[in-house]
């Protein structure tokens, strides 16, 4: 199969996409960005062919070409989760569509590995941050934020003021799939974000709506917001490269390791399987084997002498 910058989009296809795209107009920026990208690399896959003549057996052979491209296994479930969005749209609309062609398709599986997370210290190291600048306020605010409540990058991005109330500790964000949920702020967030509303309200915002914005009173982008923690990550001695999901990592894990609650933390995360959530289990096992292996004597005994 010829790549797909090779071949041309199918006027029937850029017509159905601009359809989608005034479908999405309501879901999440990120969410819409992403399934209009996923759904055009197919149409550029169908080439010739229109998107509602597709076959359950011509996707499934797609999805095997991405994959011997070298795309994860991860990657190919997102776009096939873009694609299944599209065809329940066309469904929708088109009586001349009477079925599904992603219905029983899967992506193939790819290696789970563990979310990189940091130790409890760490993350206060990083969070507070002590500089009395316009900017320095609203990084700190925005980091323990994400440590606070275990916010996604875009929903971070993409939080209005209005959705946080600092005297209930909560914060209203919209997750994927555009479902909302409330999360707990902690004490030291909210704290921060007082601080950082107070030089808010000195900024040219205008009508802009955002909690975090730049000097220049315009939303803060994802890309930026990932810039300054890995630029914040170095400044405060961590070591490693950090990004804002190692912040939503953190939070699920020390929550997880102190309550325990698997399914109060797969709430706060705002996934809808609590699969999703398990992985952080794996994460509290490996910090209970080094304590193990630390402190255990059979454990060093083990080590001493090779069975």
């Known amino acids: 199969m010829p790549g797909a910058d090779a071949i041309a ?52 052979r797609y999805l ?56 409890p210290d760490e993350a206060v190291q990083l969070v507070a941050i002590d500089g009395i600048e316009p900017l320095d306020v609203r990084d700190r605010a925005l980091f323990e934020l994400a440590y606070s409540s275990g916010l996604r990058l875009a929903e971070l991005a993409e939080l209005d003021v209005e959705r946080i109330d600092l005297e209930t500790g909560e914060v209203r964000v919209w997750g994927k799939g555009a479902k909302e949920r409330i999360v707990p702020v902690g004490t030291a967030a909210r704290a921060a974000i007082g601080a950082w509303l107070a030089h808010r309200a000195l900024l040219p915002t205008g009508e802009c709506k955002a909690l975090f914005v730049g000097m220049k009173g315009q939303r803060l982008s994802p890309r930026s917001i990932e810039r300054r923690l890995a630029e914040w990550s170095v400044k405060r001695g961590l070591g490693r490269h950090v990004h804002p ?18 399914r109060a933390v797969q709430e706060m995360l705002g996934h809808a399987s609590i699969a999703s959530t398990q992985v952080y289990t794996h994460l509290d096992f490996q910090a209970l084997a080094k304590v193990y292996d630390a402190a255990h004597p059979r454990a060093k005994r083990r080590r001493d002498k090779p069975q």
């Open 245 to 262: 999901h190692m912040l939503r990592h953190s939070f699920a894990s020390h929550v997880l390791q102190s309550s325990g609650d698997l």
């Open 9 to 60: 989009m199918h006027p029937s296809n850029a017509a159905l996409l601009t359809d989608f795209a005034e479908y999405l107009a309501t879901r999440p920026r990120h969410t819409r960005e992403a399934y209009l990208s996923d759904v055009t690399k197919l149409s550029l896959l169908a080439g010739e062919t229109i998107l509602t003549r597709l076959t359950r057996s011509q996707l499934a």
């Open 64 to 119: 095997a070409t991405l994959h011997g491209r070298g795309l994860s296994g991860r990657s190919i479930a997102r776009m096939l989760s873009a694609w299944r969005a599209f065809y329940r749209y066309v469904l929708e609309r088109d009586r001349s569509l009477n079925a599904d062609p992603c219905a029983g398709l899967k992506a193939p599986k790819s290696p789970r590995r563990l979310p990189s997370a940091l130790t």
